[in-house]
């Protein structure tokens, strides 16, 4: 049985990923301390979702490793750690938002489930919509319920590609306000982002990439903006 | 830049469901999804009823003939319907990418597969139910000597069809023109099915040269088992880039 405080640590070593002959992430160390939410960033074609591909364990890589704290990557128990937003709402459009939930919740075994999906839905702010078809819901209340679903089984590893997709400014504080209470409960955060500002509101840590190679990680002091436009140089406006 | 940590309590406990557990999970979500678009089902019905009428007026003959026509027809009808079905299932858990939510999961995988598989079964199977009857009524077929064996043989003739159609379903569903590519994959594949089950069909109708039907229950059975078992055990693979 999982749960209570997260608290590990996500490290990839000499991680490669081979597309054809092309790579799309080149001998890429990078560590994800716990409590910290890292902003992923680099112009398109960067890696940055190959990463993300890679740390949900929804990809394999063709060199290197990930571990999280203990656990291997190819170890089956590394997928009850990671919660995803992708680029797509993974959700069933015929369910309502309640079922999606309760669905998921089930697959990850969340024990007071009815408990923890009230919760969420009211956090996310569709508690009045629970039971409408998610098909029904705009680009943005399916980001929410997507939000949810990611957060439903507390996971230890976060992780955010492009989160704040058709979210309202009240949508976008209350993913900040969210994404910012797992990294407090001790959950490692990767967020990658177009939103630099709201990103910056958050991160503690940044993680750019170009052309599937590391260009900086370290701490974020000041504006992201500023340090990614610094690191990249022109490249950074693409 | 820090915002306030807000009132979220600890995570919360989790244990994975077992295996059993998962298959019916997966299993009650797609009875439920269909059950409320009934879009697969009433695609395959209406499909499979087109096909009956297509048997029925375009080779209705003599009794004799008929008898002959109606093994292909009935076993025609599970092949086009049951591609249909085992397409449209894969295609809804594409629809907003819910199959990557699915399988990032900690639920057994293979599992996710067998729920899968019988879903499928369950599809064609009713699909069957209402169509070899009424082939039967419209060839003036009779199948009262032989019904049980008949749909014997199609119940493992479907396990045989989803066990095949399944995997390769999950592999098509992220392809580029998946809807063209998986009856490419599937129709060769499932041919062995498709030749034992008109084949226990005749015998059953008394319209072959052999008497019994069994090897060829056997080779269906041993068909979808071996073809289920190959796919639970290579799922893990196919849904991980």
Not at chain 1, 7 to 20: A, E, M, P
Not at chain 1, 209 to 223: I, Q, S, T
Not at chain 2, 161 to 179: D, H, N, Q
């Amino acid at each position: 049985m999982t749960g209570g405080a997260a608290g590990l640590t996500v490290r990839t070593r000499g991680l490669g990923r081979l597309y054809d002959d092309d790579y799309a992430l080149v001998a890429l160390d990078a560590t994800f301390p716990a409590g910290t939410v890292t902003a992923l960033l680099g112009p398109n074609g960067a890696g940055k979702s190959t990463l993300m591909g890679i740390l949900s364990t929804l990809m394999r890589p063709s060199e290197g490793e990930v571990r999280y704290g203990d656990v291997s990557h190819d170890d089956p128990s590394a997928r009850a750690l990671v919660g995803y937003v992708g680029h797509r709402t993974m959700l069933y459009r015929p369910l309502s938002a309640r079922e999606n939930l309760r669905f998921f919740g089930k697959l990850y075994g969340v024990l007071d489930l009815d408990a923890r999906i009230e919760h969420l839905l009211g956090e996310v702010g569709l508690a009045r919509d629970a039971d409408r078809p998610a098909g029904d819901f705009s680009r943005g209340m399916a980001q929410r319920l997507t939000i949810a679903r990611a957060l439903l089984p507390g996971p230890k590893l976060l992780l955010l590609d492009e989160p704040l997709t058709g979210l309202d400014r009240a949508g976008v504080a209350m993913a900040v306000r969210l994404f910012g209470a797992e990294r407090d409960r001790g959950a490692v955060v990767v967020m990658a982002s177009h939103d630099l500002a709201a990103t910056g509101a958050l991160a503690d840590r940044a993680l750019i990439l170009r052309r599937g190679r590391k260009a900086y990680e370290g701490p974020v002091e000041g504006d992201l903006a500023v340090l990614y436009r610094e690191t990249l140089g022109a490249e950074a406006a693409a | 830049m820090s915002p306030p940590a807000s009132s979220e309590p600890a995570a919360p406990r989790t244990r994975p469901p077992g295996y059993v557990r998962t298959v019916l999970v997966v299993l009650a979500k797609d009875a439920r999804t269909e059950l409320r678009s009934k879009q697969t089902i009433a695609m395959m019905l209406l499909f499979g009823l087109v096909l009956t009428f297509v048997y029925a007026f375009g080779f209705v003959s003599d009794p004799a003939t008929n008898k002959k026509v109606m093994p292909g027809a009935m076993w025609g009808a599970l092949l086009f319907a049951g591609t249909l079905g085992v397409g449209r299932t894969f295609a809804r858990e594409a629809e907003d990418g819910a199959f990557g939510a699915l399988v990032l999961s900690p639920a057994e995988r293979s599992a996710i597969l067998l729920a899968k598989i019988a879903v499928n079964v369950a599809l064609s199977t009713l699909v069957m139910l209402v169509v070899v009857p009424l082939l039967a009524i419209m060839l003036r077929v009779d199948l009262s000597g032989c019904a049980d064996l008949i749909a014997l043989q199609l119940f493992l003739g479907a396990i045989g069809f989803a066990a095949v159609g399944t995997p390769l379903a999950v592999m098509a569903v992220s392809a580029r023109f998946a809807e063209v590519l998986l009856p490419i994959v599937v129709f060769p594949m499932v041919t062995p099915v498709l030749i034992a089950g008109v084949k226990g069909a005749s015998v059953a109708l008394g319209t072959a040269i052999e008497t019994d039907p069994w090897p060829w229950l056997q080779f269906t059975a041993a068909y979808g088992l071996v073809f289920g078992a190959g796919g639970l055990f290579l799922f893990e693979r196919m849904v991980t880039e």
